[in-house]
């Protein structure tokens, strides 16, 4: 467990990797199953959803479209939150 101010920089290190490879990212590539990259995101979703499980389940909630199957990952980081947070 990192201490918030850690967690803080790691998630905006994150993005900051997202966001300057943006232009290199394609419709596919959020499509496709990636394990590696695609785990690592869902567990730091989890993780941060065992302090902020609202805030986490109203964004993972909103991957959720009616007509549309969700994305493997979407349904696994839904499950592994309600596992982390079950009491």
Do not use: C
């Not at 803080?8 to 300057?20: D, S, Y």
């Not at 995101?41 to 969700?70: C, D, H, Y």
């Amino acid at each position: 467990q990192l201490a918030y101010p850690h967690r803080v920089i790691i998630l905006k290190a994150m993005e900051t990797v997202v966001r300057n490879s943006i232009s290199l990212l394609d419709k596919s590539t959020a499509k496709e199953v990636v394990r590696d990259w695609q785990q690592a995101a869902s567990s730091v979703l989890v993780a941060v959803g065992q302090r902020f499980i609202n805030k986490v389940m109203e964004e993972v909630l909103t991957k959720f479209q009616p007509g549309i199957l969700p994305h493997y990952f979407v349904m696994e980081t839904f499950a592994n939150l309600a596992v982390s947070n079950g009491e």
